[in-house]
T-cell receptor
Framework: AQKITQTQPGMFVQEKEAVTLDCTYDTSDPSYGLFWYKQPSSGEMIFLIYQGSYDQQNATEGRYSLNFQKARKSANLVISASQLGDSAMYFCAMREGDTGGFKTIFGAGTRLFVKA | DSGVTQTPKHLITATGQRVTLRCSPRSGDLSVYWYQQSLDQGLQFLIQYYNGEERAKGNILERFSAQQFPDLHSELNLSSLELGDSALYFC??????????????FGSGTRLTVV
């Protein structure tokens, strides 16, 4: 069965520093997608970044990068130059399935606090 | 505004009652997904519809049902409500069944409180 694990319930980072949020996953499907979402205190879910299981290079989107280590089944999110507005809940997610339908499952989340 | 519209934003109802949550996907999106977010269970996938057909099912209770209409809006029906059903219910949409390499667009959610 597919599984997503985020072992850090909470993280603190100083403004302007980089932070890594951990995510490990487990799946037997060779084709899958990995995602990170941000949920600010206002409650909405915001898509940040995507990594496909066959992608050779790590995904990057602005200050976000995904450190994809396939053999270790990890997909850590790196946020560079943290800003106060980065304070939020961050969810790692994995999609697997086929043309019939897809499930995306979410980890328990990591709450990030950015200190001024 | 993400383009995914969920109504109502807040709902308070009594145990044993039935409610309907509504979702209008982003323009052009054919897939709709329903998620339940509670404090103790995190984000749980409930069900996916694609162009009116059910495509994937998660841990959706038998008391819950959903459908997607020809205009692509979707409704999630929750019946015989229990206190434990209190949660934030999200709808998300995407353009395909999920093969595209981008994430879902989420609505702002419906906060259901069962008293």
């Amino acid at each position: 069965a597919q599984k997503i694990t985020q072992t850090q319930p909470g993280m603190f980072v100083q403004e302007k520093e980089a932070v890594t949020l951990d995510c490990t996953y487990d799946t037997s499907d060779p084709s899958y997608g990995l995602f990170w979402y941000k949920q600010p205190s206002s409650g909405e879910m915001i898509f940040l970044i995507y990594q496909g299981s066959y992608d050779q290079q790590n995904a990057t989107e602005g200050r976000y990068s995904l450190n994809f280590q396939k053999a270790r089944k990890s997909a850590n999110l790196v946020i560079s130059a943290s800003q106060l507005g980065d304070s939020a809940m961050y969810f790692c997610a994995m999609r697997e399935g086929d043309t019939g339908g897809f499930k995306t499952i979410f980890g328990a989340g990591t709450r990030l606090f950015v200190k001024a | 505004d993400s383009g995914v519209t969920q109504t109502p934003k807040h709902l308070i109802t009594a145990t044993g009652q039935r409610v309907t949550l509504r979702c209008s996907p982003r323009s052009g999106d054919l897939s709709v997904y329903w998620y339940q977010q509670s404090l103790d269970q995190g984000l749980q996938f409930l069900i996916q519809y694609y162009n009116g057909e059910e495509r994937a099912k998660g841990n959706i209770l038998e008391r819950f049902s959903a459908q997607q209409f020809p205009d692509l809006h979707s409704e999630l029906n929750l019946s015989s409500l229990e206190l434990g059903d209190s949660a934030l219910y999200f709808c998300a949409s995407s353009t395909t069944t999920g093969t595209a390499n981008y994430g879902y667009t989420f609505g702002s959610g419906t906060r259901l409180t069962v008293v």
